[in-house]
């Protein structure tokens, strides 16, 4: 799959009609939660950010009287994953986790498919409804409160095929420039064993240098505060470390990770309304919550 098959951009595909819109709607009972693996394949449903949130989707979904199935696509096994999935016959509606490198193809796919959310960014023009937190805007907040520790040389870790990430390193540069602060773009994949190898290589190259790591994830924050720990570092006195998600975790590990929070709870009962309304032949806008930065000792308050 190339480049520009991924690359996010302003819907401008046209409005052709679809089979599916001539067909017959019989319902299912039954809502489709899929989880777009393409930009990380080893990741499993098992992670600490999936879990909790799936918890809200299947407790909602299962109030309103539907059956569910949960699964991963990998697009490199089956690029028609998202259209094979929108199909009336399978389904009465998608919940997609994340959009990984796949905007693209969600965006043919909500061309003619109306029961459909996705968690995850939001990108001007877009033509399907999505739910998620102001990435820009979170990585942003991030590295102010880096520079606000002291930190002149960060590093941005996390893997940005995936358009969240992409987002969060976006901010997090903006912010950068506006101090003269210099950032390193170190890509660590979100599956617990690869990630453990990839933080343990780069800082081993960069360690001595930098005094503050941006975390795409809380995982991979928790992970390169036990690689500092393990080979002498202070957090934060030598390097302050902040994550993104705030899940549960980042209060119960030494010490207690800053993160951005983005708030998984409101965020799945929105993306439930929202696909309701759809089933129901009606349109919604996507929603972009604000982050918040949730500050603990990983960090020092400012």
Not at 147 to 162: K, Q, V
Not at 297 to 302: E, F
Request: aromatic share 4%; hydrophobic share 45%.
């Amino acid at each position: 799959m190339n480049g520009e098959t991924n690359k996010p951009a302003a819907a401008s595909l046209a409005q052709t009609p679809h089979p599916l819109d001539q067909a017959p709607i019989a319902r299912t009972g039954l809502i489709c939660i899929v989880v777009p693996i393409g930009h990380d394949r080893h990741q499993h449903l098992s992670d600490p950010f999936f879990l909790p949130f799936l918890g809200h989707l299947m407790d909602s979904l299962d109030a309103h009287g539907y059956a569910i199935t949960i699964t991963r696509a990998n697009s490199s096994d089956n690029p028609n994953w998202l259209a094979e999935l929108a199909d009336h016959r399978k389904c009465d509606g998608l919940l997609v986790i994340g959009q990984s490198d796949q905007f693209n193809q969600i965006e043919q796919v909500a061309a003619y498919y109306q029961p459909m959310v996705v968690w995850g960014a939001h990108v001007a023009h877009q033509r399907h409804c999505s739910v998620g937190c102001d990435n820009i805007l979170g990585g942003e907040l991030a590295v102010q409160h880096l520079i606000a520790n002291g930190a002149r040389s960060i590093a941005l870790m996390g893997n940005d095929e995936a358009l969240e990430v992409a987002q969060r390193f976006s901010g997090a540069e903006r912010a950068a420039a506006a101090s003269g602060v210099k950032l390193r773009r170190l890509s660590v994949h979100f599956a617990r064993d690869e990630m453990k190898d990839e933080i343990a290589q780069h800082l081993e190259n960069v360690g001595g240098i930098i005094d503050g790591i941006f975390a795409a994830s809380d995982l991979i924050a928790i992970t390169a505060m036990e690689w500092l720990h393990k080979h002498g570092k202070k957090v934060p006195a030598d390097v302050c470390v902040i994550g993104f998600d705030d899940l549960p975790i980042a209060a119960n590990v030494h010490p207690p990770l800053t993160s951005i929070r983005q708030d998984v709870a409101h965020g799945a009962a929105a993306m439930i309304e929202k696909l309701l309304a759809r089933i129901g032949g009606a349109d919604t806008p996507s929603l972009v919550m604000k982050p918040e930065l949730v500050i603990r000792g990983s960090t020092r308050a400012t």
